[in-house]
């Protein structure tokens, strides 16, 4: 007898459904969130039919955490099903929005049953390849939030010491974001404090910032360019923004540190999977934008049917709405933002690439 479960979960407990082919509810049961609710879940499977030649699939609403994790290594096929697509399923079956724990589960039970082969599984990734996602995901959001502290930081410069901002700007690539601007704004996290700084001191704050060449000419001009005259807050407000300033230093100091130690976790990892070498050949992938990639397309195989729908998952295939004479070619917003954002990085990184070191010619066989 063919078998379907659904699962809702939640933070402390998980209510579970297993229905048969026709629909029929088999068995139901609520779970807690550890070792003794996941044992509960294996028993209801078992008493249900569940075995090692057919297991029960699983379908739920998120594609990680413990439960999930757990559920994936007895072997049996699990189904990640987006929430607004099981609310547009329950409308199915009722549409007076009424809603229970119980019912959601019979809900993703009844998902399996009538349109499994429209769902994908989740992919049979290597335990490697699951740790790579874990880091360059977190490497990505290390950048975005040092993106977002340093832009924090910067609004507050511009409101009392835009001078900061215009000395420092056009001397370093990274802006405020850079190790050597950020040891000077912390000794000097106001005009008051910058107007009294000294060479030495200046120097030695770029010499802890990892700065080796020009130092001293450079904290010269740096000191002179402080000190120009400049429009000031009132000296209480002055001070108040200064101690703001701080606390916005140090979350955009914790944010640079994530970003450099996660990039180097990540590569770390990335080097170690068999896929490495095919993933860094193409131009414009690198070990932080390859083991991107690696982590959202993972190693399995059978993940995608053709091109087509890799394109569609990465978010570069046009969304076609077509009634009638009427034909909308638009651009494909639901996506993986992730794979998208690494696809446009790729993209440019390569063209740089091909414009500056153009292809040769192919000198061996085994090259061409």
């Given at each position: 007898?063919?078998?379907?479960?659904?699962?809702?979960?939640?933070?402390?407990?998980?209510?579970?459904?297993?229905?048969?082919?026709?629909?029929?509810?088999?068995?139901?049961?609520?779970?807690?969130?550890?070792?003794?609710?996941?044992?509960?879940?294996?028993?209801?499977?078992?008493?249900?039919?569940?075995?090692?030649?057919?297991?029960?699939?699983?379908?739920?609403?998120?594609?990680?955490?413990?439960?999930?994790?757990?559920?994936?290594?007895?072997?049996?096929?699990?189904?990640?099903?987006?929430?607004?697509?099981?609310a547009r399923y329950r409308e199915?079956?009722?549409?007076?929005?009424?809603?229970?724990?119980?019912?959601?589960?019979?809900?993703?039970?009844?998902?399996?049953?009538?349109?499994?082969?429209?769902?994908?599984?989740?992919?049979?990734?290597?335990?490697?390849?699951?740790?790579?996602?874990?880091?360059?995901?977190?490497?990505?959001d290390a950048i975005w939030a040092?993106?977002?502290?340093?832009?924090?930081?910067?609004?507050?410069?511009?409101?009392?010491?835009?001078?900061?901002?215009?000395?420092?700007?056009?001397?370093?690539?990274?802006?405020?974001?850079?190790?050597?601007?950020?040891?000077?704004?912390?000794?000097?996290?106001?005009?008051?404090?910058?107007?009294?700084?000294?060479?030495?001191?200046?120097?030695?704050?770029?010499?802890?910032?990892?700065?080796?060449?020009?130092?001293?000419?450079?904290?010269?001009?740096?000191?002179?360019?402080?000190?120009?005259?400049?429009?000031r807050q009132p000296l209480v407000?002055?001070?108040?923004?200064?101690?703001?300033?701080?606390?916005?230093?140090?979350?955009?100091?914790?944010?640079?540190?994530?970003?450099?130690?996660?990039?180097?976790?990540?590569?770390?990892?990335?080097?170690?999977?068999?896929?490495?070498?095919?993933?860094?050949?193409?131009?414009?992938?690198?070990?932080?934008?390859?083991?991107?990639?690696?982590?959202?397309?993972?190693?399995?195989?059978?993940?995608?049917?053709?091109?087509?729908?890799?394109?569609?998952?990465?978010?570069?295939?046009?969304?076609?709405?077509?009634?009638?004479?009427?034909?909308?070619?638009?651009?494909?917003?639901?996506?993986?933002?992730?794979?998208?954002?690494?696809?446009?990085?790729?993209?440019?990184?390569?063209?740089?690439?091909?414009?500056?070191?153009?292809?040769?010619?192919?000198?061996?066989?085994?090259?061409?």
């Amino acid at each position: 007898m063919k078998l379907f479960c659904g699962i809702d979960w939640a933070e402390a407990h998980h209510d579970v459904a297993i229905i048969d082919a026709d629909g029929h509810l088999v068995a139901k049961k609520r779970i807690t969130d550890d070792p003794a609710g996941f044992a509960e879940l294996v028993e209801v499977l078992t008493a249900a039919g569940d075995g090692a030649e057919d297991p029960i699939p699983v379908a739920i609403e998120t594609p990680r955490g413990l439960l999930v994790s757990a559920l994936r290594a007895t072997g049996r096929a699990v189904y990640a099903i987006n929430p607004l697509a099981v609310a547009r399923y329950r409308e199915r079956h009722s549409v007076a929005r009424s809603k229970s724990d119980h019912a959601d589960a019979m809900t993703l039970a009844h998902i399996l049953r009538v349109d499994a082969h429209l769902h994908r599984q989740l992919p049979k990734d290597s335990e490697l390849c699951q740790a790579i996602a874990v880091l360059a995901r977190a490497h990505q959001d290390a950048i975005w939030a040092r993106t977002k502290a340093h832009h924090q930081l910067r609004s507050v410069l511009r409101e009392f010491y835009p001078t900061f901002l215009a000395v420092f700007t056009d001397r370093f690539a990274l802006g405020i974001s850079s190790p050597e601007v950020r040891a000077v704004l912390g000794i000097a996290p106001t005009p008051a404090a910058a107007a009294k700084l000294s060479v030495s001191r200046i120097a030695a704050a770029l010499r802890r910032a990892g700065r080796s060449r020009n130092i001293d000419p450079t904290a010269v001009e740096l000191k002179a360019a402080l000190r120009k005259p400049q429009l000031r807050q009132p000296l209480v407000v002055e001070t108040a923004m200064g101690r703001q300033t701080l606390a916005l230093l140090a979350a955009l100091n914790t944010a640079c540190a994530s970003v450099m130690d996660l990039g180097q976790a990540a590569a770390e990892a990335f080097q170690q999977h068999p896929d490495y070498a095919v993933i860094t050949s193409f131009p414009g992938l690198a070990d932080s934008t390859g083991a991107r990639v690696l982590a959202e397309i993972g190693d399995d195989r059978g993940r995608f049917v053709d091109a087509r729908a890799l394109k569609a998952y990465a978010g570069s295939a046009p969304v076609t709405r077509a009634s009638g004479r009427s034909i909308c070619i638009s651009h494909r917003r639901i996506k993986n933002d992730r794979l998208a954002n690494t696809g446009w990085v790729w993209a440019f990184a390569a063209a740089t690439h091909l414009r500056t070191r153009p292809p040769a010619l192919p000198t061996s066989p085994r090259t061409r």
